[in-house]
C-alpha cells in the first residue's frame, strides 16, 4: 500500500488543532494581511517572532515545518535575488558596482524582508490550514464560510462534495498507479531510461488504464450516492457540526493586537524615519 | 419506519415485500438494438426472507437488483411491472409512470444496494462520516443521525473505527462500513450485489456473518446475489438465474437436487452435496439436508453406522 | 531446522527453476507502519510444475510474488533464477521481467491499448521480437488464454469482465516466459470462468514445459489444479510439498484458518465420525473412490461410471 499523508495534516492537540476550522481559515487570511502591513525592519522583526511563536504553539516540530519551507526555496531565492539587483538607492552610495550590476544596501534590506514575508506567510498557512487541520475539516470549513454565496446561486455544495470525493479517492488511485505502473513493467514498460518524448510515450500504457479505471469508479460511486439517496444539497443535515469555542477568538483576537502592533509600528517608522521602511 | 414493518402482521405471517411480475429488459445496444438482459422474470420477495440469487456472470442478476432500486441508466426496453409494498398504496408498481421523485428517494431508502466494489462505494473519509451519508441526505436531525451511526457501526462490529479513513481498511471491513451506511437509513430489505466477490474468504466469512445476523437479528429482508454455491447453502430460499431467466427456485436442497441444471447453468454444486448425492445414486439411502459439509458428514454417517449394524451385528 | 526445505525437497540432481534464500523483506521501514512481510524465507519453486501458494491476505504471498520477476528487491537473501541470483547485474533486471512473467491481481486494469491484438502484443514488442515472431507469440498465448480469434481486433474495452481477464494474462503468456507466476487469475470470476482460466493455464504448462505459480485463496483451485502446494502464514513459509504432502496436514490447515475443500472438510468429519477413509482427500473423484469402499459398493463398470455420477459431475 502505498503511504500518504494528505495535506500533510500532521495529528496533534494543540490549541491550533482544537480551533474551529472556519476560525484558522480566518485567521490564516488575517495573518496574510499582517504580513503586507509591515514596513520597516521593526515590523519585520515583530512578523518572524509572531511566526515563531505560532510554530511553538502549534507543537509541530520544526523540520516538518522546515519542509513545506523548502519546497518553495527557488521561488524564493529568485525573488531575493530580483530584489538585490534591482533595488536603487537614490540617496545612498552603491555597496558594489560593477558593470551593470549595481547593488544598494536597501536591496539587501529588502531581499531580507520579502524572505521574512515569505516565510511567515507559508509558516501561518501551513500551521493553520495544513499541519493543524484534516483536508475534511478544512472543507467543511470552507463550504460554511462559502454557504452566503449559495444564495446568489454558486453551487458551493456541489463543490464541497466533489473536494470530499477527491480526497476520499486520491490514496486509492495513487494505490492504482502504483499497481499498474507493476504491471506494465512486468511486461518489459521502462519508464526511467530514453529521451523526454520517449518517457512521456512510455506513460501512455499506464495514463489510459488509470483515466479508465476512474470513469468506472465515478460510475460506480455515483450508482452507490444514488441508492443512498443522494439528491444534492437540499434538505441534507450533518452528522458533524462545527462550533465556535473561546479559544477561537482568543487566537483571532490575538492576531487583529498582532495587526494593530505592526500598524502603530508603521506610523511610528514614517514618523521618526525608521530604518529601510519599504 | 416501525410501523410500516409491523402493518399487516397480524393477518399473514409474511407479507409480499417485492413482487417481479412478468420483469422484461434489455439495453440499447451500440447500433440502437435491444440488448436482452431480463427475460419473463416473476419472483416474490416475502418479509424477514433470506434469498441468494445464483447466477453466472452476464447472467442478469445484476440488472435485477439494480432495477429494484431504479439505478439503471435506461428504461426504453423495460417491460412488466415490480409491485413494492410501503410506498403509499398497498402495492406500488415502482416502474409504471406516477412515480415521483419523491416515491423514488422513499423507495430507495426502503431497500438498500450493497455493491460489490468496496472502494467504489464510499463516499467520505473517515468511516462514520461516511455511514451518516445515507441518512444526511434522508435530512434526519442531527442528534438522531448521531444515534444511528452508533447502532449501525456497532451492528456490523466496526465502532472502534469510526475515527479511521476508509482506504486504511481491509476489504471486508470497508464492505461492513458499505453495510453500516446502508443500515443507517433502517431499510426493510437489503440487496447485495456480489458484495462478496473481491474479498478473501476472511472478508467473505465477516460480510456474511453480518447479512445472516441482519436478517436473523434486526428481520431484514436479505436478497444477496453471488455466485458461490456455499452461500446459498445458508439461505431460506434459492433463486437461480441463466441467460435472462429464472431456472430454478426452491429451498437450497431442492434446487442442489438439480445437478444437472445447474451445471448447465454455469455452476457448480458444493463437492460434499456432489459426494453425498453420488452415494444416493449408487443406492445409499441418505437423509436430512445436504447443503453443507455438517450436514452431509451427518447423512453419510448416519447410513453406514445403520449399515454396519444391519450387516455386521456384534462388531459394532 | 526449516519445515519448509524438509518437504519440499527437490529430488537429487535437480536444480530448482527459482529458489529463494532466507529473504526478509519489510515495508513502510522507519514510519509507523512499517511491516514485515517475509520473515528469512526460504523456498524451492520445483522446474515445470504448477505449484500453488496460498495463505491469508497479509501473509507475505503478494510480496513475494513481486520479489520473482524483480518488480521488488529483497532486503537480505537471494532470488536464484536456475541457480542464478537475479540480482547478479542490477541493470539486466529488465530482462529477468521477460523471463519471470508475472500476472498481477485484477490484471483486466492494465488494458490499455486500441485492439486486444495490440496489447497482447506488448510484451513481445518491449522485447524488441520480429513483427513475424510477436504475430506468432499474439495467436499463441490469445489460444492458450482462451481469446476467441474474432476477439483480437476489438477494443479491449468493450469485453466482459472475464474475456478482459483473459486477454490480461495472454499479455503476459505472449513474452512465453519460462516460470509464468499468477495473483489470483481467477478471482471474482464464477464457476466457469475460473474454470476456463485455470484450464489455459494448465496447457501452457504442459505444452511450453514452464513452470507455473499461482497464488490463490480457494484451496479447492488448489486441489483441482496444483502438483505442488506451498501455504504461507504470517511472513513464513508454514508448509511447502506436493499436493498430497500439503493436504494429508488438512487438520494443521484448518487450524490457522484456511478455507480447506468442502470435500475435505466433509471427510474430515467422516473420519472424526469413526468412518475408515484416508485422511487428506480432496477431490470429489478421490471422495467418489473412499466413499463406494468404506459402503462396500461394487466398482463402477467403466462404461456405467458417467450414469453411476449421475448429474454430480463438478468440472
Not at chain 1, 479508465?212 to 441534507?236: I, K, P
Not at chain 2, 406516477?98 to 455493491?115: C, I, N, P, S
Not at chain 2, 438439480?258 to 453425498?276: F, H, I, S, Y
Not at chain 3, 523471463?99 to 490499455?112: C, D, N
Amino acid at each position: 500500500m502505498v503511504n500518504i499523508s494528505l495535506g500533510q495534516y500532521y495529528p496533534g492537540q494543540s490549541v491550533l488543532h482544537r480551533m474551529d476550522p472556519r476560525a484558522k481559515v480566518l485567521a490564516s487570511i488575517i495573518y496574510i494581511v499582517a504580513s503586507f502591513l509591515c514596513k520597516n525592519f521593526f515590523s519585520f522583526v515583530l512578523l518572524f517572532a509572531s511566526a515563531i511563536l505560532l510554530i511553538l504553539v502549534s507543537r509541530i516540530p520544526l523540520r516538518i515545518v522546515m519542509r513545506s519551507i523548502r519546497a518553495l526555496i527557488f521561488i524564493m531565492a529568485f525573488t531575493a535575488v530580483l530584489n538585490i539587483f534591482w533595488v536603487t538607492d537614490t540617496t545612498a552610495e552603491p555597496l558594489i558596482h560593477w558593470h551593470f550590476i549595481t547593488v544598494y544596501t536597501k536591496g539587501l534590506y529588502h531581499a531580507l524582508f520579502i524572505l521574512v514575508r515569505i516565510v511567515a506567510m507559508i509558516i501561518g498557512t501551513s500551521l493553520f490550514l495544513t499541519y493543524t487541520t484534516s483536508p475534511i475539516a478544512l472543507t467543511d470549513a470552507l463550504e460554511q464560510l462559502l454557504h452566503p454565496l449559495a444564495l446568489l446561486h454558486v453551487p458551493v455544495h456541489t463543490f464541497a462534495m466533489m473536494m470530499t470525493i477527491a480526497l476520499r479517492f486520491i490514496p486509492t488511485i495513487m494505490d492504482e498507479t502504483d499497481k499498474i505502473m507493476s504491471a506494465q513493467k512486468a511486461r518489459g514498460a521502462d519508464f526511467t531510461s530514453g529521451s523526454l518524448v520517449q518517457r512521456a510515450k512510455a506513460l501512455i500504457p499506464v495514463i489510459v488504464p488509470l483515466f479508465a479505471s476512474a470513469f468506472r469508479r465515478a460510475d460506480e460511486l455515483a450508482t452507490a450516492m444514488e441508492c443512498r439517496c443522494y439528491h444534492g444539497g437540499e434538505g441534507r443535515t450533518r452528522l458533524r457540526i462545527l462550533k465556535y469555542h473561546a479559544r477561537d477568538f482568543l487566537v483571532l483576537f490575538a492576531l487583529l493586537v498582532l495587526i494593530a502592533l505592526l500598524v502603530t509600528i508603521n506610523i511610528l517608522g514614517a514618523r521618526f524615519g525608521w530604518l529601510y521602511t519599504m | 419506519m416501525e410501523d410500516s414493518r409491523s402493518g399487516n402482521s397480524s393477518q399473514r405471517q409474511k407479507n409480499t415485500l417485492i413482487q417481479v411480475s412478468d420483469l422484461s429488459f434489455a439495453y440499447t445496444g451500440e447500433d440502437g438494438n435491444p440488448i436482452p438482459v431480463l427475460s419473463h422474470v416473476n419472483l416474490t420477495v416475502r418479509e424477514g426472507e433470506y434469498i441468494v440469487i445464483l447466477g453466472h456472470n452476464g447472467s442478469g442478476k445484476s440488472t435485477l437488483a439494480k432495477l429494484l432500486n431504479l439505478v439503471v441508466d435506461d428504461y426504453t426496453y423495460a417491460e412488466g411491472h415490480i409491485y413494492m409494498s410501503g410506498l403509499g398504496e398497498e402495492m406500488r408498481d415502482i416502474l409504471s409512470e406516477d412515480m415521483t421523485e419523491e416515491d423514488v428517494l422513499k423507495l430507495r431508502r426502503q431497500v438498500g444496494m450493497v455493491f460489490q466494489n468496496p472502494d467504489n462505494q464510499l463516499v467520505a473519509t473517515i468511516v462514520e462520516e461516511d455511514v451518516a451519508f445515507g441518512p444526511e441526505n434522508l435530512g434526519v436531525p442531527q442528534a438522531e443521525l448521531r444515534k444511528r451511526v452508533d447502532e449501525a457501526l456497532a451492528t456490523v462490529g466496526m465502532t472502534e473505527y469510526a475515527g479511521h479513513e476508509p482506504h486504511r481498511l481491509s476489504g471486508g471491513q470497508k464492505q461492513r462500513v458499505a453495510i453500516a451506511g446502508i443500515i443507517a437509513m433502517k431499510p426493510r430489505c437489503m440487496i447485495f450485489d456480489e458484495s462478496t466477490a473481491m474479498l478473501d474468504p476472511l472478508g467473505r466469512r465477516e460480510v456474511i456473518g453480518t447479512m445472516e445476523k441482519l436478517n436473523r437479528e434486526e428481520g431484514i429482508t436479505v436478497l444477496s446475489i453471488t455466485h458461490y454455491m456455499d452461500e446459498a447453502a445458508r439461505a431460506d430460499r434459492v433463486v437461480v438465474l441463466s441467460d435472462g431467466e429464472i431456472i430454478l427456485d426452491g429451498t437450497p436442497g431442492e434446487v442442489f437436487a438439480e445437478g444437472e441444471v445447474l451445471r448447465k447453468a454455469g455452476l457448480d454444486l458444493p463437492q460434499c452435496t456432489a459426494a453425498a448425492q453420488y452415494l444416493q445414486n449408487r443406492g445409499v439411502r441418505l437423509e436430512g439436508s445436504l447443503n453443507d459439509p455438517e450436514s452431509c458428514a451427518e447423512a453419510i454417517l448416519k447410513a453406514w453406522n445403520m449399515r454396519n449394524t444391519n450387516t455386521q451385528p456384534g462388531v459394532r | 531446522m526449516d519445515p519448509a526445505q524438509i518437504v519440499n525437497r527437490v529430488p537429487e540432481g535437480e536444480v530448482p527453476k527459482l529458489r529463494l534464500e532466507h529473504i526478509t523483506y519489510r515495508y513502510s521501514i522507519g514510519t509507523p507502519f512499517e511491516k514485515r512481510a517475509l520473515d528469512d524465507v526460504s523456498l524451492d519453486i520445483r522446474r515445470g510444475r504448477v505449484t500453488g501458494l496460498i495463505g491469508h491476505t497479509g501473509s507475505g504471498k503478494s510480496t513475494l510474488v513481486q520479489l520473482l520477476n524483480g518488480l521488488s528487491k529483497p532486503e537480505t537473501g537471494r532470488v536464484l533464477l536456475d541457480g542464478e541470483d537475479i540480482w547478479r547485474e542490477p541493470k539486466e533486471i529488465g530482462k529477468i521481467r521477460f523471463r519471470v512473467g508475472l500476472v498481477m491481481q485484477y490484471p483486466e486494469y492494465q488494458l490499455f491499448e486500441e485492439t486486444v491484438r495490440a496489447d497482447i502484443a506488448f510484451g513481445p514488442k518491449n522485447m524488441k521480437l520480429s513483427d513475424e515472431e510477436i504475430k506468432t507469440r499474439v495467436s499463441e498465448a490469445a489460444a492458450f488464454a482462451g481469446v476467441a480469434e474474432e476477439l483480437l481486433d476489438k477494443s479491449p474495452f468493450d469485453l466482459s469482465g472475464g474475456q478482459k481477464r483473459r486477454v490480461a494474462i495472454a499479455g503476459v503468456m505472449a513474452m512465453r516466459p519460462e516460470v509464468l507466476v499468477l495473483d489470483e487469475p481467477a478471482a471474482g470470476l464464477d464457476p466457469q470462468g475460473r474454470h476456463a482460466i485455470f484450464t489455459g493455464i494448465r496447457e501452457y504448462n504442459r505444452l511450453t514445459g514452464s513452470t507455473v505459480l499461482i497464488v490463490s485463496h480457494s484451496m479447492e483451485d488448489m486441489a483441482q489444479y496444483c502438483d505442488d502446494v506451498v501455504v504461507m502464514s504470517h511472513a513464513k513459509i508454514l508448509m511447502a510439498g506436493t499436493r498430497d504432502q500439503v493436504f494429508a496436514r488438512a487438520e494443521e490447515l484448518e487450524a490457522v484458518g484456511l478455507d480447506i475443500p468442502l470435500i475435505t472438510r466433509m471427510t474430515l468429519l467422516l473420519i472424526r465420525g469413526g468412518m475408515p477413509l484416508p485422511s487428506g482427500i480432496y477431490t470429489l473423484e478421490a471422495a467418489e473412490e473412499a466413499l463406494s469402499v468404506a459402503f462396500g459398493l461394487p466398482p463402477v463398470p467403466p462404461d456405467k461410471e458417467d450414469e453411476g455420477k449421475g448429474g454430480t459431475r463438478s468440472w
